[in-house]
């Protein structure tokens, strides 16, 4: 039963209706997500506690990946545990003002992840063309203003999100076929004119996406340049492996967005829903899941303190024995 404000034709609420054509599968889809969603939370909230604990870890290229793992954790958890409590609990209903606020950190946080990424392409950057600056130019007031800078960006392009999304009136039901509040699945729930929400949707993904590719592209166009230059093999290896793991970040977070996006736009009526929905969720789950482990994995220094503090409780351990 739908509920309207009959004064501005607002519902009170939405009801999530998870991945449509495939409700009988639900339990069986929440395993994997919880199992991401768990090794997201841990891995992330594992990271920021060691770069703030690690010394060897306060520089530029862990501050940004601080700023990262922050991000992640907000995109993960404004989005997964609702569709975990779709799955188990059939727990639909999400107020109109909840669903707009859920719609704004998910946009938000994903466009603040994008520019993340451009700048820990510009810290490999910096690090490889201009080594003997790097500690001058990226400095502790430098990376505050920066990371600042694309936090202020996303948000003050995500509000008219959220605006425009509000003012709308809607009359087509209340039943969104997602897992979360999606902007244009929302806004095609209105009888209103929504070519000013598609038309703005498209320009703060070219403004955030397009301009961040951009900046990604051209800083390791320069870092290829520089890296051939090099005449050691070992220099150029050394100088490859310190973006392998950025490269992957990038490979994460970008394809399952391209997907999405294109999918959306030139394969609205061949692709049907449920891949849409999947790979929207994929879209807001996967980077958080395996930026931890690539980081984790590819990266000596972290690996380092890891195995250090692991070492060490061991050490407390037999002791104590």
């Known amino acids: 039963m739908i509920i309207l404000n009959q004064t501005d034709v607002t519902p009170v609420s939405f009801l999530l209706n998870g991945i449509p054509g495939l409700e009988h599968m639900h339990l069986w889809i929440s395993f994997p997500f919880c199992f991401m969603y768990v090794v997201a939370m841990a891995g992330n909230c594992g990271f920021l506690y060691l770069i703030g604990c690690e010394d060897s870890l306060h520089r530029p290229m862990y501050y940004f990946l601080a700023m990262l793992s922050l991000t992640d954790l907000v995109i993960c958890t404004s989005s997964i545990p609702k569709a975990l409590c779709i799955f188990w609990f059939h727990l639909k209903e999400i107020s109109f003002n909840e669903c707009l606020v859920q719609m704004f950190f998910i946009h938000t946080f994903t466009g603040m992840e994008s520019g993340v990424l451009m700048l820990m ?4 950057f910096v690090a490889i063309c201009y080594p003997l600056r790097y500690s ?22 995500i509000i008219p999100f959220t605006v425009l999304t509000k003012r709308l009136p809607y009359c087509r039901g209340n039943i969104i ?11 095609k729930l209105s009888c209103g004119n929504i070519k000013v929400n598609a038309i703005y949707g498209l320009m703060v993904a070219l403004l955030i996406g397009g301009f961040d590719i951009l900046c990604i592209t051209v800083s390791y166009t320069m870092i290829l340049r520089t890296v051939i230059s090099l005449s050691s093999a070992d220099a150029r290896q050394k100088a490859f492996s ?12 970008y394809s399952p967005a391209f ?11 061949t692709i049907p829903p449920a891949c849409h929905i999947i790979l929207a969720n994929i879209y807001v789950l996967l980077p958080p899941t395996m930026n931890p482990v690539v980081y984790g994995v590819k990266t000596k220094q972290i690996r380092d303190c890891v195995l250090r503090i692991l070492s060490g409780s061991k050490d407390i351990k037999s002791q104590s024995i």
């Open 121 to 124: 392409a510009l810290d490999r």
């Open 136 to 157: 001058t130019i990226l400095t502790n007031p430098v990376i505050a203003k920066v990371g600042l800078a694309t936090f202020l960006r996303a948000v003050l392009l």
């Open 177 to 187: 076929h997602h897992t979360f509040c999606d902007h244009m699945s929302v806004a």
């Open 242 to 253: 310190t973006c392998t793991a950025h490269i992957c970040a990038i490979v994460f977070s």
């Open 259 to 269: 997907f999405s996006f294109f999918s959306h736009r030139f394969g609205g009526h």
